[in-house]
């Protein structure tokens, strides 16, 4: 079984290459077609109407009726983004089986997980929402994390005793897994709302480009995912008190990674607030999401570089 876990950990990561690709081409694509149509509506002539009729840049303009831009490209790209997910989780699962646990107790376990994680976490919310065109930037981070995960030793490894509690460790660091690949979602629009804005002279801000998900949506969709994220945050960091007393004999112990995770709760919790009691939005909100999403970072990697209780086995 771990043979195979690694099989299909490698096709995975093939597929993940193929559907980041197909990504970036979809966005091309819209990008492309939004700068032909605008060139040429001005012009009368009706040879021109007829050289676009029915083109690429019409589909592009046009969608299926569900109000998301759609190119050549777009099928394929969710396509390979739901075969790569499909072959990630397959191969977390015959991974948990041989290890008896959560798949997630070493850093190369942790980072396929997380990158299952962003890669889930972005198809269930293109669903929803017309965000393909900014389908790149998660699938990038989801394909930067395997890469990384790619340099980490894969061996299956004896953990410390302390962290020998495998429901525990399969709730608790699932938890985390799962909130980090929904943050990730709200990253990924903050950076859109960051991009899509544009000030003008008078002082009104207006959508940069037309092939990009308007403000409007990125912000829900970045609102949504919080909404979703932060509660199971929340949990993963009461789980893990708990289990902290059980290992070491105290709920809370400034550890660096226990530091970073209440930081990283506080950055959310503080957009929330500010969201929901004064109407918080636009550019600070998302600035907020994306520093929040850099602490999501420093917390899963900050114990490489900062000595603590927390450690991945298989790593020195």
């Known amino acids: 079984m771990a043979t195979g876990s690694y099989y299909l950990y490698v096709v995975a990561g093939i597929l993940l290459v193929g559907a980041f690709a197909a990504h970036v081409a979809h966005t091309v694509l819209l990008a492309s077609g939004r700068r032909l149509v605008a060139a040429l509506a001005p012009r009368s002539v009706p040879a021109f109407a007829g050289a ?16 998301t831009p759609h190119s050549a490209a777009g099928p394929f790209a969710i396509g390979l983004a739901w075969a790569a997910f499909g072959l990630l989780a397959g191969a977390l699962v015959l991974r948990g089986i041989v290890v008896g646990r959560g798949p997630w107790g070493s850093l190369y376990e942790f980072s396929v997980a ?17 965000v393909r065109a900014l389908g790149f930037l998660p699938l990038g981070l989801a394909l930067a994390l395997f890469l990384y995960s790619w340099t980490l030793p894969n061996a299956i490894e004896t953990l410390v005793p302390a962290l020998q509690n495998p429901p525990l460790l399969t709730i608790h660091v699932g938890f985390a897994m799962l909130s980090y690949g929904i943050f990730a979602m709200s990253f990924a629009a903050g950076v859109g709302y960051l991009v899509q804005e544009k000030r003008l002279a008078d002082g009104r801000t207006v959508d940069r480009f037309a092939w990009l998900p308007s403000r409007d949506v990125l912000d829900a969709v970045a609102y949504r995912a919080v909404i979703i994220g932060f509660p199971v945050f929340a949990t993963m960091i009461v789980l893990g008190s708990w289990w902290a007393s059980i290992a070491w004999s105290r709920y809370w112990g400034w550890d660096p990674k226990e530091t970073s995770a209440l930081v990283t709760w506080l950055a959310y919790a503080v957009y929330l607030h500010l969201r929901n009691q004064r109407g918080w939005r636009g ?7 994306v520093v929040g999403f850099g602490m999501v970072l420093f917390t899963l990697f900050g114990n490489l570089w900062f000595s603590g209780l927390h450690s991945y086995s298989g790593l020195s």
């Open 114 to 130: 997380f990158t299952t994680a962003i890669v889930g976490g972005y198809l269930f919310f293109q669903r929803r929402y017309p």
């Open 283 to 289: 550019r600070p909100a998302a600035i907020v999401l």
């Open 52 to 67: 676009v009729s029915g083109s690429f840049v019409e589909e592009m303009e046009l969608g299926a009726g569900d109000g």
